[in-house]
């Protein structure tokens, strides 16, 4: 938090870039009693400090319908959500996956299907929560029979999919030119894959030492990993913080 704060002092602007729903990264702020813009479900939904609506695109909820129905048809070994602005639709509340995903995201799902969105409702996310040893498959076939569809691995569970040119490196390139300023000028960090894009597309990427090890060898600046304050030294390093 020293970091954030000493660059809300400069009046430098700081994000949080997630795959996660809003009312999964709000508690996060609360528990540090901060407040900032956030970035959504990978780039599909953008909100300002105050929670008004930047921008929000995705599926609709019929093609979101036919990817989820392709994933039960195949019986891959995963648990699907759907994600509509800040609603959190499973199968399966009771489905173990679900249940342990609540305890990290602090937020709850509930059962449902995405045809009972209203219409005209924006699909912002489905999240696949994989068997770590098929996530690979599952992907490449969701890839292959959803060409339109931007897919990303989160972690070794966790497959996201988005509409169509939803990515964390759009959605900053669009926040960016929103404000202003250079997406050359902006700084990110990321610690996984569905970062890559963002961590490329910015005049600064830092990947995480927790990352992936595959993954450091494709983004050049690394920092520290998130238990030994990452962000701070990387910020520091480039004089933009002081102790």
Known sequence: MQAITSLRNTQIPFVIVSARSPSAIYPILREYDFNCPIIS???????????????????TKEY???????????QFDLSWS??????????????????????????RAKRGTVN???????????L??????????????????????????SSDILLEIMGKGITKAHAVHRLCSMWGYDIKDAIAFGDNYND????????????????????????ANHTLDNDHDGIYHALKKMNLIKD
């Open 64 to 74: 979101a319908a036919k990817i989820i129905q392709f994933v039960k048809n195949r």
């Open 128 to 153: 696949c929560i994989c068997n770590p040893g098929h996530i690979l498959e599952i992907e490449q076939e969701i890839g292959a029979a959803f060409p339109d569809c931007s897919i990303a691995k």
């Open 82 to 107: 759907a994600f509509s602005m800040d609603e959190w639709l499973v199968e399966d509340t009771d489905d173990p996956r679900i249940i342990r995903e609540e305890y990290y995201v602090k937020a």
């Open 196 to 219: 890559e894009e963002m961590l490329k597309a910015v005049g600064y990427g830092f990947l995480m030492e927790n990352a992936p090890h595959a993954l450091k060898e494709r983004i």
């Open 41 to 59: 479900y990978s780039g599909s939904l953008m909100l300002d400090a105050d929670r008004n609506v930047l921008y929000d695109a995705g599926m």
């Open 116 to 126: 009972a969105l209203e219409d005209g409702a924006n699909v912002n996310k489905i």
